[in-house]
């Protein structure tokens, strides 16, 4: 695949300037070198007055929109004019491969976008996590292809997609987006109405992978519980927006992968495999709990509203 791709990386905070300034170094190190770097920071003018002086050969704008992640990425793209643009996070680091590989799907025409694996990298690794629910922590799950294959949708923390499809439905919705203790799946939405729009195909690259920094603060479980929560709100006002579209396919899919891993932490802690599974187990039910109860209040939310 030769078409040019620019980098769009979304900021919002000064303290994450290091590991900024270190992924726009590996970036500009990669073996398919980007046209362009591109670094938006979400109303904090301190942060692009410093990107500016010290990110030099880098282009540094200011969210157009409303504060949240989604316009940080949109107004990226649209200072992007290459066939591709990629995405990543300011806490993500990928290998210097990482361009080549997410790239070289779009040999394809059908496919219009394509994501790789998130790797946690932990300030403190937890025992009590379940590999099933390891999207709570941002980084890629049991369950998810080995190999590269299409799927339904991927994350924006690390996300190519074609700049015509992409501009086509006007990019994430800024009205749907992830604001500070917020969870929306803006980037699973993006991917269906890209998909409805064009009739293409998303991929799924697990050898192209960024790792993930998951700091101490995300590392208890009243964080756990708070993003599974907030997730299960979040998964059902997607359906809500896309008024009763079939669109929730692959989480009943993945439901049904639970009741198995419960059922493989208690066996490994009754027979002496592994002590920690057993709280594993726990993990699952807390978090599908979690889940659910989220769902619940955001349906009881929309009935009161009269949405």
Avoid at 35 to 58: K, M, Q, T
Avoid at 152 to 177: E, H, Q
Wanted: charged content about 25%; proline content about 5%.
């Amino acid at each position: 695949m030769n078409s040019a791709v620019s980098v769009v990386i979304p900021t919002y905070d000064s303290g994450r300037f290091h590991t900024l300034t270190e992924l726009v170094a590996t970036v500009r190190r990669q073996t398919v070198a980007p046209e362009s770097i591109v670094v938006v920071v979400d109303h904090n003018d301190a942060l692009v007055e410093r990107a500016r002086r010290d990110l030099p050969g880098v282009t540094v704008l200011a969210n157009a929109f409303d504060r949240g992640v989604s316009g940080n990425r949109n107004t990226g793209a649209r200072h992007s004019s290459t066939p591709l643009i990629a995405f990543l996070d300011d806490d993500t680091t990928p290998g210097d491969d990482w361009l080549e590989r997410m790239s070289s799907v779009f040999d394809d025409d059908n496919v219009i976008g394509a994501g790789g694996a998130l790797v946690p990298k932990w300030e403190r690794q937890l025992t009590w996590v379940p590999e099933e629910f390891l999207w709570a922590f941002g980084a890629s799950y049991a369950g998810l292809p080995t190999v590269t294959a299409p799927v339904r949708n991927v994350w924006s923390a690390n996300m190519i997609v074609r700049r015509d499809a992409f501009a086509t439905v006007g990019g994430f919705r800024t009205d749907f987006g992830k604001v500070g203790d917020r969870s929306r799946p803006e980037d699973t939405e993006l991917c269906l109405r890209m998909a409805d729009a064009t009739g293409g195909i998303w991929m799924y690259v697990p050898s192209a992978p960024v790792g993930h920094d998951i700091p101490l603060a995300r590392t208890t479980m009243k964080y756990f519980l708070t993003r599974c929560y907030n997730e299960g709100r979040g998964k059902v006002a997607m359906a809500r927006l896309r008024r009763g579209e079939a669109s929730l396919g692959a989480e009943h899919s993945y439901l049904r992968s639970l009741p198995g891993a419960v059922g493989r932490g208690l066996r490994d802690t009754a027979t002496g495999r592994d002590r920690h599974g057993a709280n594993r187990a726990g993990a699952v039910v807390a978090g599908f709990a979690a889940a659910g109860a989220g769902g619940v209040m955001e349906l009881l939310t929309t009935r009161s509203t009269g949405d």
